[in-house]
């Protein structure tokens, strides 16, 4: 299947017409606008990533099992170790958002920079195309309006042949001067620099439409690369969250309820043996 190009289907029918010109620059326009809204919401993601980060880290710092001993205690102490490496993990993600935020930015400053001066030097080519067909029509409608004149003199002499004098016949001369040859060379001159500025014109409009169309190549590439790429970051951070999560798994299976329940009895316990019921105690009716 042939592809299209920018260069072969924004062209119009008029000379002056920049009609497909200002169409491919408005979807230009559109497209650096899409590029500012990604931006904006890389940083607003990364700002949220951020705050999530934060609390978290707080989260870890608060007392959590003070009062535990032995197993559980190194249950819970991991727990908040990796709940501060999970806030630290994420405030490293916020970062890596902002640097790729800021990547497209340069982008599309760049792109900027370029489009720039395409769209100068062809707003010049159009203000001169314009001018010039402005000129050459202005021409040829005095040019058309001599010769006019030229015949109805022509007619008015030929009419009155018997009674025409030598100053009715300098002025036909010097209007067949001025509406012939004089005015034919003026007209023509201007058409044929028309011709070349519609010919300049054409040229750059082509590059303007190939570098117009590269730039687009570009901008869909870079969106898409960098969407993968933050999908493949929010991945990786699940998958450093579970990775962090897995140590605590693996210290609450070390975690033996037994053994908490005889630690704390051989390092607490205050005796074997229950009171016993002393003689003091004891009255004395009974002992008789």
């Known amino acids: 299947m042939r592809e ?12 002056t017409s920049t009609g497909g010109y200002d169409c491919i620059i408005q979807h230009l326009n559109d497209g650096k606008r899409t590029c500012k809204e990604i931006e904006d919401f890389m940083k607003a993601r990364a700002s949220i990533e951020e705050k999530y980060a934060k609390e978290l880290l707080g989260l870890s710092k608060k007392v959590c099992g003070h009062n535990e001993m032995n197993t559980l205690k190194r249950s819970l102490d991991m727990f908040k170790l990796q709940t501060e490496h999970v ?21 599309r400053e760049r792109q900027k920079e370029t489009r720039k001066k395409v769209e100068q030097q062809m707003d010049a080519l ?33 009419r009155n042949a018997s009674t025409s004098n030598v100053k009715q016949q300098e002025k036909v001369n010097i209007l067949r001067y001025c509406g012939g040859w004089a005015g034919d060379r003026l007209y023509m001159h201007n058409v044929s620099v ?15 439409c190939e570098v117009f ?29 579970d990775e962090l999560h897995e140590e605590v798994r693996k210290s609450l299976e070390q975690c033996d309820i037994q053994e908490d329940i005889e630690h704390f009895v051989n390092l607490r316990r205050t005796g074997d043996k229950p009171p016993a019921l002393s003689s003091p105690l004891i009255p004395c009716s009974v002992l008789i």
Request: glycine share 2%; aromatic share 8%.
């Open 87 to 107: 806030s630290l993990s994420h405030l490293q993600l916020a970062q890596t958002m902002r640097d790729e935020a800021k990547k497209l930015e340069d982008f």
């Open 126 to 158: 159009h203000k001169q195309r314009a001018t010039q067909f402005k000129k050459t029509m202005e021409t040829k409608k005095t040019y058309e309006q001599k010769c006019r004149d030229k015949e109805e003199a022509e007619q008015n002499m030929n």
């Open 194 to 208: 028309l011709g070349k500025t519609r010919e300049d014109w054409q040229k750059e409009h082509i590059k303007a």
């Open 4 to 15: 299209l190009h920018f260069k072969d289907y924004f062209w119009n029918g008029e000379l």
């Open 213 to 241: 169309e590269k730039q687009e190549v570009e901008r869909i590439n870079t969106l898409r690369n960098m969407v993968w790429t933050h999908l493949n970051q929010l991945s990786q951070q699940c998958v450093t969250s």
